[in-house]
């Protein structure tokens, strides 16, 4: 188990497409952590198990973002993300943002959303040793 605190690195990005008469929602979010401690006793200062442990938790908070995107949509709760701020740029007037059915769009809408990390300082930890099992 490795204990991180984690930090947007910086804004996500969120781009909009449109395929087959759906919209297709990209966004990516980038995340810096630190490593609090590491109980396995592994070695994650190590630059190549560093990228392991940094692609590890990148799928595990891609997998939680699809299962809370479902949830929105299957409680009928809306876009509670605020997709709809950056999707605003992409219509001319108020008046037509206001006449676009919205909460039915995002409700269709395929939402992908990609997670990089990285984690900076690795270094801070003293040092590393396997756990003692007696």
């Known amino acids: 188990m490795i204990a991180v605190a984690?930090?947007?690195a910086k804004q996500p990005e969120v781009k909009f497409r449109v395929e087959n008469n759906r919209l297709i929602i990209d966004q990516t979010i980038f995340l810096e952590g630190e490593f609090f401690s590491i109980q396995s006793g592994e070695n994650y200062e190590d630059p190549d198990k560093k990228l392991v442990a940094q692609r590890a938790l990148e799928r595990a908070q891609e997998s939680l973002?699809?299962?809370?995107?479902?949830?929105?949509?299957?409680n009928n709760w809306g876009d509670i993300f605020n997709y709809d701020t950056h999707y605003r740029n992409k219509v001319s007037?108020?008046?037509e943002w206001e006449k676009l059915p919205w909460k039915e769009i995002y409700m269709q809408a395929d939402i992908r959303v990609k997670v990089k990390a990285n984690f900076r300082r690795t270094g801070l930890l003293r040092y590393t040793e396997p756990m003692i099992r007696e």
């Open 93 to 95: 007037t108020w008046e």
């Open 6 to 8: 984690l930090n947007q």
């Open 65 to 74: 973002a699809r299962k809370l995107i479902q949830k929105t949509k299957d």
